[in-house]
């Protein structure tokens, strides 16, 4: 006998908020044993009750019950969470429907949501209602997204802090700072005869200043590893061919992703593996070793290993130590020949392979080389891809050559973060410069209310319409 209940009509419930209410599926589609549906706005709660015959839901307290279609039909059962605004996620009425996790059973519910009122929700558009209802600030709603995308510990436990308003707490006292700065420079300019007192020469604006100045760049640095830590870094392994790239990437992703053998050309195309190391998210890629060929599927790898060249952050040029030697050129040499022209030190690492076959004399020649690689500002490491020798002194230079140190409390950011602190950076050392060398006080003025904008950006204090939907837009559905 199936299981029916008359559905109260609720197609008159009006929206008094002026915005559609909102559903989405807020759990990965699949097979599980709970899925997850998010209904966020006016309309949210009536449309629970019209849902399960229910009269009325208990806030932050669960309600077994089941889901009926229009006609009476169970469509499902599971369990009911309703969050009254504005103490909820969204800051409005907010119901969570828990039922079962299938495919079919999930797109049911949810297309029975839509038919009682509710609007698929956009990428992004519950943390963006969150955001607009001040539940949040901007810093929190894209960690929020950058605490599920985290692809090491020390990332999502970062993203968990900036979540928790760490981040969002280091850049509002900045701001008090620039207010209160900008407000004695105001009153210098506007009072310039008080008490007698010179307010832009009597060095406490400029001490104030100075102060700020190095808060600014503390938070910077600290920015710069969080964005370390939530971006990490795309490494690409170059060299010729039977190099022992392959051979790198298998041992760095500590897994045969790479078919070697002692055949020259065996990589045709770029391979990509993300590993993490030493807490730094490693995107690799492997290409197709660099010579001149006639072969045209090889050729074509050859060209995607340069453009993989030019945008990689980090190049390791990998090559065979005991080849170079007996033919007596230096990896510059070799690095030069391969790329066209010679990387930037802070571009290139390079790694000398198969060091464990070296004989005694051609170790010291080695080390000779090595020497004169490092007077020229360039950094190699000694390596055997065979035995794993020299593979934990690879991962701490790479670690060094980036600067990713994060300390046990690092904070998650991005590069919009780092532009915006760096342009506040800017503004401050012009405000500097107009008060120390010109005692320009309504230019020091205009510089710290740029600052301010620019440091406002980063909470959302200060947002364009387009940089906000490019933020959420990249979010989930169901977030």
Do not use: W
Request: hydrophobic share 40%.
């Amino acid at each position: 006998m199936e299981l029916t209940q008359d559905i109260p009509d609720i197609s008159d419930k009006p929206e008094l908020s002026g915005l559609p209410t909102i559903a989405a599926v807020a759990t990965p589609l699949g097979r599980g044993g709970v899925g997850v549906i998010r209904l966020s706005g006016d309309r949210a709660y009536a449309i629970a009750c019209a849902l399960t015959g229910k009269s009325a839901f208990t806030p932050r307290m669960a309600s077994f019950c089941r889901f009926y279609q229009e006609g009476g039909m169970v469509v499902d059962e599971g369990l009911v969470l309703y969050f009254k605004g504005p103490n909820s996620f969204t800051g409005e009425d907010v119901i969570e429907l828990q039922g079962h996790g299938g495919v079919i059973l999930q797109n049911q519910l949810l297309a029975r949501v839509f038919e009682l009122g509710a609007k698929q929700a956009g990428a992004g558009e519950f943390s963006y209602r969150a955001f607009d209802n001040d539940k949040l600030d901007l810093v929190q709603a894209e960690a929020i997204a950058d605490a599920i995308d985290a692809t090491s510990a020390a990332a999502a436990s970062s993203a968990i802090r900036s979540l928790s308003g760490e981040f969002s707490q280091k850049i509002n006292q900045l701001l008090e700072q620039l207010i209160h700065l900008r407000l004695h420079v105001e009153a210098a300019i506007d009072f310039p005869d008080e008490e007698d007192v010179d307010f832009l020469s009597d060095g406490v604006i400029q001490a104030k200043l100075e102060q700020t100045q190095a808060k600014i760049q503390q938070v910077l640095a600290t920015a710069k590893q969080g964005q370390l830590l939530r971006d990490g870094i795309h490494v690409v392994l170059a060299g010729r061919p039977n190099a022992g790239k392959s051979s790198l990437l298998n041992r760095l992703a500590g897994q045969d992703r790479a078919i070697v053998t002692d055949v020259a050309g065996t990589t045709r195309d770029t391979l990509q593996e993300t590993v993490v190391l030493n807490g730094l998210t490693l995107h690799l890629t492997d290409t197709a070793g660099l010579r001149e060929t006639e072969d045209t599927v090889e050729r074509i790898g050859i060209e995607r290993a340069h453009t993989a060249i030019t945008q990689a952050d980090m190049l390791l040029m990998v090559y065979d130590v005991t080849r170079d030697l007996e033919e007596k050129t230096t990896p510059l040499q070799l690095a030069e020949q391969l790329f066209g022209e010679l990387p930037e030190p802070k571009r290139l690492l390079i790694i000398a392979n198969k060091s464990d076959l070296l004989s005694a004399n051609d170790s010291d020649m080695k080390s000779v080389s090595k020497m004169q690689i490092k007077d020229q500002g360039y950094e190699q490491v000694d390596v055997s891809c065979e035995t794993g020798t020299g593979i934990d002194e690879l991962v701490e230079t790479l670690c060094d050559k980036v600067g990713f140190h994060p300390p046990e409390n690092s904070l998650i950011a991005r590069t919009r973060h780092i532009d915006a602190l760096k342009r506040t950076a800017d503004y401050l050392a012009e405000a500097h410069d107009q008060l120390t060398v010109f005692q320009a006080g309504e230019l020091v003025a205009e510089s710290l209310r740029q600052a301010q904008i620019s440091l406002g950006e980063i909470t959302g204090e200060f947002s364009a319409d387009d940089l906000l939907g490019k933020i959420f837009g990249s979010f989930c559905i169901g977030k």
